[in-house]
T-cell receptor
Framework: DGGITQSPKYLFRKEGQNVTLSCEQN?????MYWYRQDPGQGLRLIYY???????QKGDIAEGYSVSREKKESFPLTVTSAQKNPTAFYLC????????????FGSGTRLTVV | AQSVTQPDIHITVSEGASLELRCNYS??????LFWYVQSPGQGLQLLLK????DTLVQGIKGFEAEFKRSQSSFNLRKPSVHWSDAAEYFC???????????WGAGTKLIIKP
């Protein structure tokens, strides 16, 4: 079955470390998104990409970086510049053909230790 | 600017009772509207969407929503809730470009036995 796979499910980061969250989709979707979710704050957009080798900053991009070298993959790096990275991270994709339904991965919970 | 408001942070409903979750939006044109559901520690799943046409839309899991332009609302309803409906529900509106969605803060549904 097609879908989005996020890994790992749980991730622990030490102070000053960079960590990379994986997001892979086999839906042949063009657009991919990274969201951060904190309790009571809904979803906040970090980065998005509509085509390979192109991506745009969302509302809270500081301290994060992404790449889109393949259509299927959109990894997110949480850098040491992100001062409060503990959160639940969600990856999503959509076809961009007017269907507009997002498909979400099951998320990665990142904790700073 | 577009915005989405979900006035209720929490709602408690008895099992078997009816449910209505409120969503109000601010958008200049005809909006594309969505409801998603999130179980604890999971990604989001699309319940239903409205693009145009019939203002009452049916979704999965027995949910429906009604678009009311005059009230700028897109409320989610279910005639009889089940304990498995306990989750967080998010309303979203399409931003008008890049297939981006603007999200409400979510409503957590609690089911009383």
């Amino acid at each position: 079955d097609g879908g989005i796979t996020q890994s790992p499910k749980y991730l622990f980061r030490k102070e000053g470390q960079n960590v990379t969250l994986s997001c892979e989709q086999n839906l042949n979707h063009d657009a991919m998104y990274w969201y951060r979710q904190d309790p009571g704050q809904g979803l906040r957009l970090i980065y998005y990409s509509q085509i390979v080798n192109d991506f745009q900053k969302g509302d809270i991009a500081e301290g994060y970086s992404v790449s889109r070298e393949k259509k299927e993959s959109f990894p997110l790096t949480v850098t040491s510049a992100q001062k409060n990275p503990t959160a639940f991270y969600l990856c999503a994709s959509t076809t961009g053909d007017g269907n507009y339904g997002y498909t979400f991965g099951s998320g990665t919970r990142l904790t700073v230790v | 600017a577009q915005s989405v408001t979900q006035p209720d942070i929490h709602i408690t409903v008895s099992e078997g009772a009816s449910l209505e979750l409120r969503c109000n939006y601010s958008y200049g044109a005809t909006p594309y509207l969505f409801w998603y559901v999130q179980s604890p520690g999971q990604g989001l799943q699309l319940l239903l969407k409205y693009f145009s046409g019939d203002t009452l839309v049916q979704g999965i899991k027995g949910f429906e929503a009604e678009f009311k332009r005059s009230q700028s609302s897109f409320n989610l309803r279910k005639p009889s809730v089940h304990w498995s409906d306990a989750a967080e529900y998010f309303c979203a509106v399409e931003k008008g470009s890049n297939y981006q969605l603007i999200w409400g803060a979510g409503t957590k549904l609690i089911i009383k036995p």
